[in-house]
């Protein structure tokens, strides 16, 4: 009698206690599958080949697919009636996005710009450049200037304004004599100003018709941009779309296999829009996050679908029903899936740690179309499989492209497999190839040089912009080249002495055009031209301008920036102005720098560790994540800063990076090129717990994702890609940068670093110093290779 038949007979009796019976039940079953005499009593199927593959974590991933499956009619209705809701919320929405946060939160410039708010001479939000046919000091313009200030300051949402009408400075009125400015503060937030600004200046036009009025200023600029970014937003997915859909049709060679990818793509866009439509109303988010959302998440939920799809379909085509395919492909592919989803979340978690209001703007978003593009994969996917039924099983072998008829077997791709061949023949020499293109794309990060966003983000005939590049023009010192020194506590009759002598130091700087105090006009370290009016008794504290010489960005000013702060004052000083804001951002991203890397590969690397069970791959892949960071930006430097591929930044002088733009390819780079390893990796550990051949897992996981890989890869560079079809260059850069990496990750790190790299570790690449059960087929002596 059989050891089953015996436990079975003991747990029968009825004087047993239930201890010893389960006891009983235990042994029985152990014996049962590891003594060397156990017969089972009746044949069982065997299970399938990769059975041990499936992680005990990931049980509820297939359980979830199987539960959609089964409900397909509640899950797709449930979510039709969602996305419409998202859809009414994100078209609601339109007026509320926010252009702002270039600069850092908390620094002295910001509170700077607090202090010389009080005395009416802050960074202006709106410039308005004033044209006469005849001089501005005529009687007619005079009275037309005055009047049109005036109407300015009584406006809801300004703060202040002041023109050369009613101040009679000389730095307001254009050389030519027949121009003059008017600078207007508004109040709120920068989304307020934006508004503010979006009625006050048509008003100010028809209240002036005999001026030529033309706008500039960054709430004009945000207004520009805003305006700009949604027009964008529909060529770009008119582009999107079909190509994506292309892409799609080559890579399944099936129509309903098609159309899953895309409806989970546009359900994750369209979702993540419409509750940060919602957040509008919360917190300021940026225009930008719209694109971003419906690029990364069309292109992420895509790749997710595409790898989780093509899974299912290989287990149909090894027998299974399509309830189990689609569980047993969730719960191994799914798996992969939801551990990307958490490493890109986290990465762009960790943008958090800058205090850029834009970048946590953009973080936020990331993060909303992160959790779509996984949700959606889980319960959207199943239920579309469920719905096309047997459409998505595949295609016969006679409408295959001829160089596909004799691999009919899904995901495989011959040429990768020649690929992963020939790499881990020479995997020395590949590696120290690859590595050394990555490197020399990494180099020009050195060159780097941050910038803050002004109105050369826009289209080149751009009001904003061609209204900037007027006053750079006609006036000898345009606004954005003040520095404004706030003294708080000195009065300029009392102390009338130490001011001149102060003043007299500032106009000696180097990069110092002019300095302007209550006392006159300073220049070349004397005073060049006397000013005579009565000190006002209301306030306390005077001001003293500081005009540069050179563009905001230059590295003139930068200089001046620092030799003002530290020039002695007399009194307690504070500096404002566009180039000392660039300079504390500066400051504060690089502070923030350190905590940002350590908090992004801590995460990213026990992430990788939790999932590879593998300290070398984890290792690994945080390396070569970090390498794709310095490609990424690299190429950015190299192509938008030296080579100014986009033109010359305002101003003229040497190319600049808008400064959140490498900090965001930086994080998206990262987690890109890890969503990839991820899922390769994956496929490489399941040969590898199979057959226990180093060679042999290098070559099955390249050679099951590489046309996948490149199928996805040009997803998210079509998706990405298309931002380059924007007039906004914020979004061109982006777009062209993330594109070109996502293909290199595809090719070069993928195709060739990887394998080459895992080839030179061998066995050492699945030790891990934690103690974990293996399954029965991993404890098998290994035949032939060894590692």
């Given at each position: 009698?059989?050891d089953?038949?015996?436990a079975?007979?003991?747990?029968?009796?009825?004087?047993?206690?239930p201890?010893?019976?389960?006891?009983?039940?235990?042994g029985?079953?152990?014996?049962?599958?590891?003594?060397?005499?156990?017969?089972?009593?009746?044949?069982?199927p065997?299970?399938?080949?990769?059975?041990d593959?499936?992680?005990?974590g990931?049980?509820w991933?297939?359980?979830?697919?199987?539960?959609?499956?089964?409900?397909?009619?509640?899950?797709?209705?449930?979510?039709?009636?969602?996305?419409?809701?998202?859809?009414?919320?994100?078209?609601s929405?339109?007026d509320?996005w926010?252009?702002?946060?270039?600069?850092?939160?908390?620094?002295?410039?910001?509170?700077?710009?607090?202090?010389a708010?009080?005395?009416?001479?802050g960074t202006?939000?709106?410039?308005?450049?004033a044209?006469s046919?005849?001089?501005?000091?005529?009687?007619?313009?005079?009275?037309q200037g005055?009047?049109?200030?005036?109407?300015?300051a009584?406006?809801?949402?300004?703060?202040s304004?002041l023109?050369?009408?009613?101040?009679?400075?000389?730095?307001?009125?254009?050389?030519?004599?027949?121009?003059?400015?008017?600078?207007?503060?508004?109040?709120?937030?920068e989304?307020?100003?934006?508004?503010?600004?979006r009625?006050l200046?048509?008003?100010?036009?028809?209240?002036?018709?005999?001026l030529?009025?033309?706008?500039?200023g960054?709430a004009?600029?945000?207004v520009?941009?805003?305006?700009q970014?949604?027009?964008d937003?529909?060529?770009?997915?008119?582009?999107?779309?079909?190509v994506?859909?292309?892409?799609?049709?080559?890579?399944?060679?099936?129509l309903?296999?098609?159309?899953?990818?895309?409806?989970i793509?546009?359900?994750?866009?369209?979702?993540?829009?419409?509750?940060?439509?919602v957040?509008t109303?919360?917190?300021?988010?940026?225009?930008?996050?719209?694109?971003?959302?419906?690029?990364?998440g069309?292109?992420?939920?895509v790749d997710?679908?595409?790898?989780?799809?093509?899974?299912?379909?290989?287990?149909?085509?090894?027998?299974?029903?399509a309830?189990?395919?689609?569980g047993?492909?969730?719960s191994?592919t799914?798996?992969?899936?939801?551990?990307?989803?958490?490493?890109?979340?986290?990465?762009?978690?960790a943008?958090?740690?800058?205090?850029?209001?834009?970048?946590?703007?953009?973080a936020?978003?990331s993060?909303?179309v992160?959790?779509?593009?996984?949700?959606?994969?889980?319960f959207?996917?199943?239920?579309?499989?469920?719905?096309?039924?047997?459409?998505?099983?595949?295609?016969?072998?006679?409408?295959?492209?001829?160089?596909?008829?004799?691999?009919?077997?899904?995901?495989?791709?011959?040429?990768w497999?020649?690929?992963?061949?020939?790499?881990?023949?020479?995997?020395l020499?590949?590696?120290?190839a690859?590595?050394?293109?990555?490197?020399?794309?990494?180099?020009?990060?050195?060159g780097?040089?941050?910038a803050?966003?002004?109105?050369?983000?826009l289209?080149?005939?751009?009001?904003?912009?061609?209204?900037?590049?007027?006053?750079r023009?006609?006036?000898?010192?345009?606004?954005?080249?003040?520095?404004t020194?706030?003294?708080?506590?000195?009065?300029?009759?009392?102390?009338?002495?130490?001011?001149?002598?102060?003043?007299?130091r500032?106009?000696a700087?180097?990069?110092?055009?002019?300095?302007?105090?209550?006392?006159?006009?300073?220049?070349?370290?004397?005073?060049a031209e006397?000013r005579?009016?009565?000190?006002?008794?209301?306030?306390r504290?005077?001001l003293?301008?500081?005009?540069?010489?050179?563009?905001v960005?230059?590295?003139?000013?930068?200089?001046?920036?620092d030799a003002?702060?530290g020039?002695?004052a007399p009194?307690?000083?504070q500096?404002?102005?566009?180039?000392?804001?660039?300079?504390?951002?500066?400051?504060?991203?690089?502070?923030?720098?350190?905590?940002?890397?350590?908090?992004?590969?801590?995460?990213?690397?026990?992430?990788?560790?939790?999932f590879?069970?593998?300290?070398?791959?984890?290792l690994?892949?945080?390396?070569?994540?970090?390498?794709?960071?310095?490609?990424?930006?690299?190429?950015?430097v190299l192509?938008?800063?030296?080579w100014?591929?986009?033109?010359?930044p305002?101003?003229?002088?040497?190319?600049?990076?808008?400064?959140?733009?490498?900090?965001?390819?930086?994080a998206?780079?990262?987690?890109?090129?890890?969503?990839?390893e991820?899922?390769?990796?994956?496929?490489?550990?399941?040969?590898?717990?199979?057959?226990?051949?180093?060679?042999?897992?290098?070559?099955?996981?390249?050679e099951?994702t590489?046309?996948?890989?490149t199928?996805?890869a040009?997803?998210?560079?079509?998706s990405?890609?298309?931002?380059?079809?924007?007039q906004?260059?914020?979004?061109?850069?982006?777009?062209?940068t993330?594109?070109?990496?996502?293909?290199?990750?595809?090719t070069?790190?993928?195709?060739?670093?990887?394998?080459?790299?895992?080839?030179?570790?061998?066995?050492?690449n699945?030790?891990?110093?934690?103690?974990?059960?293996?399954?029965?087929?991993?404890?098998?002596?290994?035949?032939?290779?060894?590692?």
């Open positions: 009698m059989s089953k038949v015996t079975t007979t003991v747990s029968a009796s009825g004087g047993t206690p201890a010893r019976r389960l006891t009983a039940r235990l029985a079953r152990l014996r049962a599958s590891f003594g060397p005499a156990a017969r089972p009593t009746r044949p069982s065997a299970p399938p080949a990769d059975e593959v499936v992680e005990r990931a049980v991933l297939g359980a979830v697919a199987r539960w959609s499956f089964r409900h397909c009619r509640f899950v797709l209705g449930s979510a039709a009636c969602l996305l419409t809701l998202f859809a009414v919320l994100g078209l929405g339109g509320q926010s252009n702002g946060g270039y600069s850092a939160d908390g620094t002295a410039a910001q509170r700077a710009e607090g202090a708010g009080q005395f009416g001479a202006p939000d709106l410039v308005l450049y044209r046919g005849r001089s501005v000091d005529s009687p007619e313009a005079a009275e005055r009047r049109l200030t005036e109407l300015a009584r406006s809801p949402g300004v703060a304004a023109s050369y009408w009613t101040t009679g400075l000389e730095q307001l009125r254009a050389a030519h004599g027949r121009g003059a400015l008017l600078r207007i503060d508004l109040e709120g937030r989304s307020e100003a934006a508004r503010t600004a009625t200046v048509p008003a100010l036009r028809a209240a002036a018709p005999e030529r009025l033309s706008a500039s960054p004009w600029v945000n520009t941009a805003t305006d970014a949604e027009r937003l529909l060529h770009s997915e008119l582009f999107n779309l079909p994506t859909f292309i892409v799609l049709v080559l890579a399944f060679g099936s309903g296999a098609t159309l899953v990818p895309l409806v793509g546009a359900s994750a866009a369209s979702g993540a829009v419409g509750l940060l439509a957040a109303r919360l917190t300021p988010v940026s225009v930008f996050a719209v694109n971003l959302s419906c690029a990364l069309f292109g992420l939920a997710y679908a595409l790898f989780t799809l093509a899974r299912y379909r290989e287990e149909r085509a090894r027998g299974l029903g309830e189990e395919a689609v047993r492909a969730m191994t799914g798996r992969a899936m939801a551990f990307c989803a958490l490493t890109m979340a986290w990465c762009m978690a943008l958090l740690v800058f205090p850029l209001g834009l970048i946590r703007s953009l936020v978003a993060l909303v992160v959790a779509f593009c996984a949700v959606g994969t889980l959207l996917l199943p239920a579309l499989v469920a719905a096309l039924g047997g459409r998505l099983d595949g295609v016969k072998a006679s409408r295959l492209p001829p160089w596909r008829r004799r691999h009919t077997e899904p995901s495989v791709s011959p040429a497999r020649r690929v992963a061949l020939t790499v881990t023949k020479r995997p020499a590949w590696a120290v690859g590595a050394a293109l990555l490197l020399g794309l990494a180099v020009p990060v050195t780097l040089r941050p803050l966003m002004d109105e050369s983000i289209p080149a005939r751009a009001e904003a912009r061609t209204t900037a590049a007027a006053v023009t006609d006036f000898p010192h345009p606004p954005d080249r003040q520095l020194v706030v003294l708080p506590r000195t009065d300029p009759v009392a102390r009338a002495a130490e001011l001149d002598t102060y003043a007299r500032l106009a700087l180097p990069g110092t055009a002019l300095v302007s105090t209550t006392a006159g006009d300073y220049a070349d370290g004397r005073l006397a005579h009016t009565e000190a006002t008794p209301r306030r504290g005077t003293v301008v500081v005009f540069a010489a050179g563009s960005q230059s590295r003139s000013t930068a200089a001046l920036v003002v702060r020039t002695p009194g307690p000083a500096v404002a102005g566009t180039a000392v804001h660039l300079a504390d951002t500066r400051q504060a991203v690089t502070a923030a720098l350190p905590r940002w890397s350590a908090l992004m590969l801590s995460g990213v690397f026990i992430m990788l560790l939790t590879t069970r593998s300290l070398l791959v984890a690994k892949a945080a390396v070569l994540g970090t390498l794709a960071i310095g490609a990424a930006i690299g190429l950015m192509l938008f800063q030296r100014q591929i986009l033109g010359p305002a101003g003229g002088g040497e190319g600049v990076l808008e400064i959140t733009m490498p900090l965001l390819a930086a998206l780079a990262f987690g890109l090129c890890v969503d990839y991820v899922f390769l990796v994956s496929r490489m550990a399941e040969e590898w717990r199979r057959t226990r051949r180093n060679t042999a897992s290098i070559v099955f996981g390249v099951h590489g046309r996948l890989f199928a996805a040009l997803v998210v560079a079509v990405m890609g298309a931002l380059m079809l924007s906004v260059s914020l979004l061109v850069v982006l777009g062209a993330m594109a070109a990496i996502v293909v290199l990750d595809a070069v790190v993928r195709g060739v670093l990887v394998p080459a790299v895992m080839q030179l570790a061998g066995g050492a699945w030790w891990s110093p934690a103690l974990r059960r293996r399954p029965a087929a991993a404890r098998r002596p290994a035949e032939g290779e060894t590692g």
